[in-house]
């Protein structure tokens, strides 16, 4: 354990957590086979968090719902004006309001999911080193050579996918909803159901291909590997003397190896899941707050006022599973390795 150093995971868990993780402390809880985190200390968290975003989005929620009970005015009301054009101009002006309003809120939607993004890159980049030292102490020496640059790979990747693809098109079906429901006449909805399709689909292929990459792999390294070990445990057994002291040392040294593996990808699990935690609960109150707004204005506002917000919800539903694929792509990474190179 000693050999492996985990000051820059500690000081990467510092700037993005605080002081509050020791992840030194949580890998060798994960080899005494103890508690690593307190769950129930992560659900009142939760809580606490879904309530003070709640709080967060008050404003928002009564700016909408004014301007929504502006634009229903304005329109149920038309026939006051002698001149029907100026209704339909004053609800533009209220529609351009909330558009500046809801392009704003989504700006902050896309910092949140940007940060977690890069938060979880930064994590995993400081910690594939020790884990993967870790495990060329379990003698699965090929799996890690694999693996690592695999894992190099997948970090490389996520940021480029994501910076310059998804959270684009995610933009744009933002900007395409809102511009789709200016006019009574939507223009825009095939575009805007296209863009929505490609991200979705764009996250289910990038998961795809690395559960595909492990089913394949999982196959071929880690068998190699174990072949390896059993031909040399064995091989020692037939060292007259002290074959069976030496095989029986070996094997000591290989089940130590791969507690303190196991112990250190379990920690980047619980790290991970931390991680995310916060930055998912405060899109998932957003979107929620979205859907509820359209559901509840929809007998009351012009229907191209709920479509709108509806959109929005939509458009932090899909942030949602872009952070959301993130975390499943390195989850599974880690879980994946740390169970076939446990054998």
């Not at 595909?212 to 072949?227: E, N, Y």
Request: one cysteine or more; glycine letters at 6%; charged letters at 15%.
């Amino acid at each position: 354990m000693e050999e492996i150093d985990f000051s820059e995971i500690q000081q990467v868990l510092t700037e993005i957590l605080g002081n509050g993780m020791d992840f030194q402390q949580m890998v060798d809880e994960g080899v005494k086979g103890g508690q690593i985190v307190s769950w129930k200390n992560m659900g009142l968290l939760l809580q606490k968090i879904f309530l003070e975003e709640l709080l967060v989005q008050k404003q928002l929620w009564i700016h909408i719902l004014i301007l929504a009970v502006a634009a229903a005015v304005l329109l149920h009301f038309a026939d006051v004006f002698h001149n029907k054009s100026v209704s339909q101009i004053s609800f533009c002006m209220i529609y351009m309001i909330l558009f500046l309003l809801l392009i704003t809120s989504f700006q902050s939607c896309m910092g949140i999911a940007g940060e977690v993004m890069d938060r979880m890159r930064d994590f995993m980049t400081v910690l594939a080193p020790s884990y993967f030292l870790a495990m060329t102490f379990t003698s699965y020496i090929t799996s890690a050579g694999i693996y690592y640059e695999f894992v190099l790979l997948l970090i490389s990747g996520v940021r480029w996918f994501m910076e310059l693809f998804v959270l684009p098109c995610i933009e744009i079906y933002v900007l395409l909803v809102l511009a789709n429901h200016l006019s009574k006449e939507e223009r825009l909805t095939r575009f805007t159901e296209l863009t929505k399709m490609v991200v979705e689909w764009s996250m289910k292929a990038a998961l795809a291909a690395v559960m595909g990459f492990h089913l394949i792999q999982g196959v071929l390294s880690p068998a190699a590997d174990a072949f390896r070990n059993t031909a040399v445990s064995q091989g020692l057994e037939m060292v007259p003397g002290v074959g069976d002291i030496s095989s029986s040392v070996t094997d000591m040294v290989f089940g130590s190896a791969m507690l303190i593996k196991n112990g250190i990808g379990a920690a980047a699990l619980v790290v991970l899941i931390v991680i995310c935690m916060v930055p998912l609960m405060k899109l998932a109150v957003i979107m929620t707050v979205y859907y509820v707004l359209a559901a509840v204005l929809q007998p009351v506002s012009d229907e191209r006022i709920t479509e709108c917000l509806s959109g929005m919800g939509n458009g932090v539903k899909l942030l949602f599973q872009a952070v959301f694929t993130i975390l499943v792509l390195f989850f599974l990474t880690i879980a994946l390795i740390t169970a076939l190179t446990g054998l």
